[in-house]
């Protein structure tokens, strides 16, 4: 076994495979940007090394510099984790020159797998199951478009070096194929360098199946099981779970050993994951390889109890499988949540901002348990532009899916995030919809329930102006003195005493006022209507609440005069406000196109003097890897744009001017 290993990789997977290498006693080094001195995975290695700037391109992604640092602190193998430069034949092969181990495939795998076309020709070779589809070099517009023609709409253009659901579109008629193809190709030189692309039939109500297989060096390869993936946006996941709802044990094994022969077919050697597109009848077409541990690693490990950054780390050492097919056994049920910065509402608009807040409910980390968090991210960190939106992910396991959805539910209440967009609301009621909690599954699910996903109200304003004036009066209690005669507790010898809070929520003036009556009791009055409410504080945070009879448990996080609240029924930010204090502030500019995130400006679709209507896209902006379409907020005519394209803007920089 290896005495000491770089990771080449940041955040949570980083921190991930750190965890286990100091359990086997390895020792670890950690490479960081100038953004990263101060992360998390920086803190949990034992050495770390400076790689370069902020943006990946001048850091993660420099493979030499890695390299270097990988010599220089006497590290035997490196580990990639996933993303950056986990799937670079390039530097694999750099690892095998200088006699650094990579931890993954060898580069002629990474190869294989890493072009969709040349995949999907190795595949037929293999009887593999395939999606009816175009993969190949000819890249000529006019013959995709034949070809799109031939296969018969709606078709997916793939970019055939592409990953994580960047640099793919569906197209539904053919009249939509060559802007869907340019906007394609674009992205996919952005992301990857090459913008070749593939075309297949567009699979109607599909399900997104992936086998995960182990490969070593003495010619075994085995799968561990299946997991569902089909909750998606934008083609990227946001539910995975483990063993996939429905699934046979003679359908497990037709896709498990479908796997393996995909595997076997490249050489492979180390963690990979095959996933299929899976028809609702129980059909199943290989789509690609992925040749790395992935995100949702973490399901497989609760079900089979595995560690496979272990499995990794022996493989590479030249050990045999820790298991051989028949060994394998699963058992329970797993779900994973990706918590993101984004703003679902919005979107899904990636977010950056510092986590004023991020407390989460009774977990282990980097461990199979019944709810787990892997985060490499802490209260106070930043999420900046440069790097991908996760800020965690949480696995909870369960004897059965009841039990894991029970389990999730909780744990994604209990979850609180404050200072920046999430999507842990969204993740809560997307588990509970009708079809995820009934496992009607498809890669459509979202838009499908779309109606009790997005736009939704969270906490009652009552709950969570109850929430508000528990927390002022606790604040109050905890920092008076002695003296009766500074207490606030609106004592009168006869009468009662009401005290005022002007609240703003969601862009509207609430005026809330507390009664208190000489007799005992208080009654809160909202909007004009008054219900019978008392409060216990446990501490300035934590707050039993009872409004008309009831018995509500609420959490308050504040920063300045803004308050978030977390409740059983939601979440909710609310400013308290001081009219004094903001009596002379002024109106805002409206109507105005601006940069909804940081991000670098791809182009423009307008030009000035050009005359435009409301919703017509104007402006194109990348951030997150991922390109997103700025729409004209009025009508009017573009007056100046104000930015080159390929700049670089902030968060809420004026893109262009509008003129009525």
Known sequence: MFKKILIANRGEIACRVAATARRLGIQTVAVYSEADANALHVKACDEAVLIGGPAPRDSYLQWERILAAAKATGAEAVHPGYGFLSENEAFAQACADAAVVFIGPPPSAIQAMGLKAESKRLMEAAKVPLVPGYHGADQDPALLKREADRIGYPVLIKASAGGGGKGMRAVFSADEFDAALASCKREAINSFGDDAVLIERYVQRPRHIEIQVFGDTHGDCVYLFERDCSVQRRHQKVLEEAPAPGMTPERRAQMGEAAVAAAKAVGYVGAGTVEFIAEQDGRFYFMEMNTRLQVEHPVTEAITGQDLVEWQLRVAAGQPLPLKQHELRMHGHAIEARICAENPDGGFLPATGTLDVARWPAHVAFQRGEVRIDAGVR??????????????????????????????????????????????????????????????????????????????????????????????????????????????????LFGSATRRFDLEAGGSHHAVLLSRHHRGGMTLTVDGQAVDFAVQSLDTETHELFLAGERLRVKTYAQGERVAVFGAQGSAVLTEVDLLAHAGDGATEGGRLTAPMPGKLVAFLAQAGDTVSKGQPLAVMEAMKMEHTISSPRDGTVAELLFAVGDQVGDGAELLRLEA
């Open 379 to 492: 209260e106070g960190d930043a999420i900046s532009p440069y790097y991908d939106s996760m800020i965690a992910k949480l696995i909870v396991w369960g004897e059965d899916r009841a039990q894991a959805l029970a389990r999730l539910d909780v744990a994604l209440r209990d979850t609180h995030i404050v200072g920046l967009h999430t999507n842990v609301a969204f993740l809560r009621r997307c588990a509970a919809t009708a079809s995820f909690s009934g496992a009607d599954l498809d890669t459509g699910l979202i838009e499908r329930e779309k109606a009790v996903l997005f736009d939704q109200p969270g906490l009652p304003l009552r709950v969570s102006a109850a929430a508000v004036v528990a927390h002022t009066l606790a604040v109050e209690a905890a920092t008076q003195g002695n003296d009766p005669w500074s207490a606030r507790d609106g004592w009168r």
